[in-house]
């Protein structure tokens, strides 16, 4: 006989109390009423819990003693296979996006300077946790993280939606590596079939022309003379600006004029040594006296224990009247004009910039460092431009070969 609503209101006996099929209520000695279903899989006898009456009704424990019965037809074990969801549920409850991306972002850190590291953190907080944050990574779409990074797009920010969304893909790398997740959704996330194409903006950079009064203004800032003094290593050393500002005493060998940038400081995560002109180690000797007891090279005038700001180089410019016109990373483009105008061999003023070879076969078989020829290029620079900055139009070098 199968139960009813008005049947399972006025039980008051203890016991098992049947509705077919394997379904029952199992009434407590205390009160509680508890449905329950028996099964038999494998040979074993076993037995489903469907919720306790009546916040579970009658219609919707039968409608679950159904499906199971289905698992159970397909030959599945239906007890087995609920354990399996509350493992999956479980495990994507504490595998969301914000979750996942945050051990990422620990992983990274030891690659990272810690600006890099904080400016990741703070462009996946603004732009992907206050709306797929607290989402299990295995339930995100394709389609909301493209409608995410086209949302920054929109705001005018291009370049900062490509760079999130490859951040999203990493994550999502980074989670099937580490088994925090199955597949991974993102794989066919192509940042051109996404963001709209765009003029590539290069950064600004002074002339060839704009030198002597350049060189004179910087001879005469009144700002910051660490400053300064960072920005005339920069210049001579054709290094990047964070390679610069963030320089440790440790990296140089000023006896044997070699400064050794490492890995972890360096764009392409490759050891770069630079050599240095006599010019470059005045400022370095210079340095020494304000700064040789410390670890950073060029400490920032507020920070001591941090290096100059990120901005601290295009402000001086901006100070200096460049504003728009010049910047810290432009000086590299500048070295690299006037060096292949001047017949230097491309190979070695490339090395000199630690630029990766885009030609993956040349590259396996062209490792030379040209440091002899690097040594003659980057004091042939130094002379050049104090030539430059007294007014001299330089002809062309005795290039090395």
């Not at 049947?18 to 279903?37: A, I, S």
């Not at 980074?174 to 950064?203: F, G, Y």
């Not at 490339?350 to 885009?358: C, D, I, P, S, T």
């Amino acid at each position: 006989m199968k139960l009813t609503d008005a049947t399972l209101r006025n039980l008051t006996e203890p016991g098992k109390h049947f509705d077919g099929g394997g379904l029952y209520l199992e009434l407590t000695p205390t009160g509680g009423r508890y449905w329950r279903m028996k099964y038999r899989h494998g040979g074993k006898e076993k037995r489903l819990a469907f919720g306790v009456y009546p916040a579970v009704s009658l219609k919707t424990a039968r409608e679950r003693a159904a499906d199971a019965r289905k698992v159970l037809e397909a030959g599945d074990d239906p007890g087995l296979l609920r354990k399996a969801e509350k493992a999956k549920a479980a495990h994507e409850a504490v595998n969301t996006l914000e979750a996942v991306a945050r051990d990422w972002l620990a992983h990274q850190a030891a690659r990272w300077e810690p600006v890099t590291l904080e400016r990741i953190r703070a462009s996946l907080e603004a732009d992907l946790f206050k709306t797929l944050g607290a989402r299990p990574l295995a339930s995100i779409k394709p389609g909301e993280i493209m409608a995410a990074v086209k949302k920054v797009e929109a705001r005018g920010a291009a370049d900062q939606a490509g760079r999130v969304l490859q951040r999203v893909k990493a994550v999502y790398r980074w989670a099937v590596t580490h088994e925090r997740i199955e597949s991974n959704p993102m794989l066919d996330l192509v940042p051109s079939e996404i963001l709209k194409p765009r003029e590539v903006q290069h950064r600004a950079a002074l002339a060839d022309r704009d030198l002597p009064e350049f060189l004179g203004k910087l001879a005469a800032y009144e700002g910051d003379f660490t400053t300064a003094q960072a920005l005339r290593l920069l210049i001579l050393s054709a290094t990047r600006p964070g390679e610069t500002r963030g320089a440790r005493w440790a990296e140089f060998d000023l006896d044997a004029a070699l400064w050794k940038i490492p890995p972890e400081r360096m764009k392409m995560r490759v050891e770069h040594r630079v050599p240095l002109s006599r010019q470059a180690v005045e400022v370095l000797r210079t340095m020494q006296t304000l700064s040789g007891g410390r670890e950073l090279v060029f400490p920032s005038p507020v920070y001591p224990s941090k290096p100059l700001s990120e901005n601290t180089f295009n402000s001086a410019l901006a100070r200096m009247g460049y504003k728009n016109e010049a910047t810290a990373h432009g000086f590299r483009a500048l070295f690299s004009t006037v060096a292949n105008e001047c017949g230097w061999n491309p190979d070695v003023i490339e090395r000199q910039l630690a630029h990766k070879e885009q030609n993956e076969i040349r590259a396996a078989y062209h490792r030379s460092t040209y440091m002899q020829d690097r040594e003659k290029l980057m004091q042939w620079w130094a002379d050049y431009l104090d030539g430059r900055k007294a007014g001299n139009v330089v002809k062309m070098p005795q290039r090395a070969a």
